[in-house]
């Protein structure tokens, strides 16, 4: 267990929804990432939040987008969803910024019918 | 930008032997980190080593250990005394030092344990 939790576990829904997936780091740490696995793509990098502000962006759609709030729990949201949105989607978190080794939550499998 | 590029889909092994992972990688910095994570059945990410760029020696946390060549680019992977536990995708990463903190992963190797 890395200390970062993900819910929901599963997400099914339907093409043109919104859905939110939200990210709880481990306990101290300040950074957050979000990252995209899908079978075409591979493990691709959406974006990164550092103590709630926006750090760096990656391959991220316009349709998405995400916050870290003040208790440093982090939501992505994911709008007017296509079928090649379906992927694993995985939260990491890391104490700062630097040297430190990032820690990958269980993910949220997203299936978009 | 930078890459990394695993050229082994699928490899496979017998029980405690030992299997090497390849992994290469592009840049032009010279100070960055390089890990293996591996990814089980369930699907969680689970960080198995990480090497300093500017470290020379080779990291080693128990049966895994590393062979990092910087002047060749080339990050492998040594897993001694296989175990049926060890069966998931490998990925190997690349983070800069400075500026985007973000993993550039590879393509992923499938080990397989034959017991």
């Known amino acids: 267990d890395s200390g970062v939790t993900q819910t929901p576990k599963h997400l099914i829904t339907a093409t043109g929804q919104r859905v939110t997936l939200r990210c709880s780091p481990r306990s101290g740490d300040l950074s957050v990432y979000w990252y995209q696995q899908s079978l075409d793509q591979g493990l691709q990098f959406l974006i990164q939040?550092?103590?709630?502000?926006?750090?760096a962006k990656g391959n991220i759609l316009e349709r998405f987008s995400a916050q870290q709030f003040p208790d440093l729990h982090s939501e992505l949201n994911l709008s007017s969803l296509e079928l090649g949105d379906s992927a694993l989607y995985f939260c990491a978190s890391s104490p700062a910024i630097g040297t430190d080794t990032q820690y990958f939550g269980p993910g949220t499998r997203l299936t978009v019918l | 930008a930078q890459t990394v590029t695993q050229s082994q889909p699928e490899m496979s092994v017998q029980e405690a032997e030992t299997v090497t992972l390849s992994c290469t990688y592009d840049?032009?910095?010279?100070?960055?980190?390089l890990f293996w994570y591996k990814q089980p059945p369930s699907r969680q990410m689970i960080l198995v080593i990480r090497q300093e760029a500017y470290k020379q020696q080779n990291a080693t946390e128990n049966r895994f250990s590393v062979n990092f060549q910087k002047a060749a680019k080339s990050f492998s992977l040594k897993i001694s005394d296989s175990q049926l536990g060890d069966a998931a995708m490998y990925f190997c990463a690349y983070r800069s030092a400075g500026g985007a903190q973000k993993l550039v992963f590879g393509q992923g190797t499938r080990l397989t344990i034959n017991p």
């Open positions: 939040y550092y103590n709630g502000e926006e750090r």
């Open positions: 840049t032009s910095e010279s100070d960055y980190y």
